[in-house]
């Protein structure tokens, strides 16, 4: 709640919130976003007041490319063993890197060295080392593998994509996710 009223004690007249609404596929998060919508009317409608909803496009889901990932994974295990190296699937997290990965091959690795809710107050990075110096090796490694004998790697994994939209569509799918909307939940 962005803006919610002075006193505790009092009913506001303008109560303003910002929430972000993700998913692990594009139509899970659009079906997740018309609920909260639906939500909005609804408790517009039960207390009988006006509800104003702008609906702004978020991040994609991420989608790793698994031959890239292959060969993240190798380079990884080669400077920590491969006892430390796993793959996550899906973690609620957001970036833009999920709206890059719809249009051609990207990894977003995580590397394991802190503690504490990530963003939260008691976020401490534990290991630097690992979190910056191993992470940097081992996708310098990749960079390495991909550009060797020519680009050869990088071409045949770029040649393996196959990306889930189109320029088009994605620019077609962000203009389509922006709305404004007024509701009347006022009672008679």
Request: charged share 20%.
């Amino acid at each position: 709640i962005t803006q919610g009223g002075a006193a505790v004690s009092s009913v506001p007249a303008d109560v303003r919130m910002e929430t972000y609404v993700r998913g692990s596929t594009i139509e899970g998060f659009l079906d997740a976003s018309e609920k909260v919508d639906r939500a909005l009317r609804a408790g517009a409608m039960a207390i009988g007041a006006q509800v104003e909803i702008t609906t702004l496009p978020g991040y994609l889901p991420i989608n790793n490319d698994k031959n890239l990932t292959e060969m993240y994974k190798i380079n990884a295990s080669d400077l920590v063993g491969d006892d430390k190296v796993g793959q996550a699937g899906h973690s609620g997290g957001s970036t833009d890197m999920g709206d890059i990965s719809q249009l051609m091959p990207t990894i977003h690795p995580y590397v394991h060295s802190a503690s504490g809710d990530g963003h939260g107050i008691d976020y401490v990075v534990e290991d630097y080392n690992s979190a910056v110096i191993t992470a940097a090796k081992a996708m310098a490694l990749t960079v390495v593998d991909l550009l060797h004998g020519n680009g050869e790697k990088g071409k045949e994994i770029v040649d393996k994509f196959e990306p889930l939209l189109t320029k088009d569509v994605y620019l077609k799918l962000l203009r389509s996710m922006y709305r404004q909307e007024t509701f009347e939940g006022l009672s008679n």
